[in-house]
């Protein structure tokens, strides 16, 4: 398996609360994505990161910000998360326009 | 925009009975075409990457092919182990980053 970690994995919030997904990576890739999965819609992404300090928004990025203050670890926050965020996030690693990794992924319900 | 869908949505077949899945794509400049292997729970797990048409790559049982409008996934004298989610996506040709766009996937069943 690719050195990559997610937590939680698993966790249940509040509408209006903020939540932080970390992502964190033992392979030093350069680049870094979230994404997330839902029935019908397979995975699309949210954001992603070119280096440190470097990110871009994907597809879906409404209502999420993310940061990567160091090479391993990639954050994505939900400012006050709502039901429409109820999905499971996948982080992904890549060495650039190559194949991505994927993480084990975080189950997230809001309730 | 990028498109990918991918079909049957889902496939029940029988051990040892081989099959294909589809995997038909749009996109402004292929960079690469990639499949995926996914069980329930987990992340998706990397299969394959095809660059261009007419490449094939194979691994145990699985074979993928390209053409300029579409891949393919033959599955040879399938186990129940082969049983999972099978997604296909598309990194286009521009910037450096992976920006891939996914098939909703085909779930596949194996039976004894």
């Known amino acids: 398996d690719a050195g990559i970690t997610q937590s939680p994995r698993h966790k249940v919030t509040e509408t209006g609360t903020p939540v932080t997904l970390r992502c964190h990576q033992t392979e030093n890739h350069r680049y870094m994505y979230w994404y997330r999965q839902d029935p019908g819609h397979g995975l699309r992404l949210i954001h992603y990161?070119?280096?440190?300090?470097?990110?871009d928004k994907g597809e879906v990025s409404d209502g999420y910000s993310v940061s990567r203050s160091k090479t391993e670890d990639f954050l994505l926050t939900l400012e006050s998360a709502t039901s429409s965020q109820t999905s499971v996030y996948f982080c992904?690693?890549?060495?650039?326009?190559?194949?991505?990794?994927f993480g084990p992924g975080t189950r997230l319900t809001v309730l | 925009e990028d498109q990918v869908t991918q079909s049957p949505e889902a496939l029940r077949l029988q051990e040892g009975e081989s099959s294909s899945l589809n995997c038909s794509y749009t996109?402004?400049?292929?960079?690469?075409l990639f499949w995926y292997r996914q069980d329930p729970g987990k992340g998706p797990e990397f299969l394959f990457t095809?660059?261009?048409a007419g490449e094939e790559k194979e691994k145990e049982r699985l074979k993928a092919t390209l053409t300029k409008k579409e891949s393919f996934l033959h599955i040879t004298a399938p186990k129940p182990e082969d049983s999972a989610t099978y997604l296909c996506a598309v990194g286009p040709n521009t910037g450096t980053a992976s920006k891939l766009t996914f098939g909703t996937g085909t779930r596949l069943q194996v039976t004894l």
């Open positions: 095809l660059y261009s």
């Open positions: 996109v402004s400049g292929l960079r690469g």
């Open positions: 992904a690693i890549s060495l650039g326009g190559s194949e991505q990794f």
């Open positions: 990161s070119y280096g440190v300090k470097d990110t």
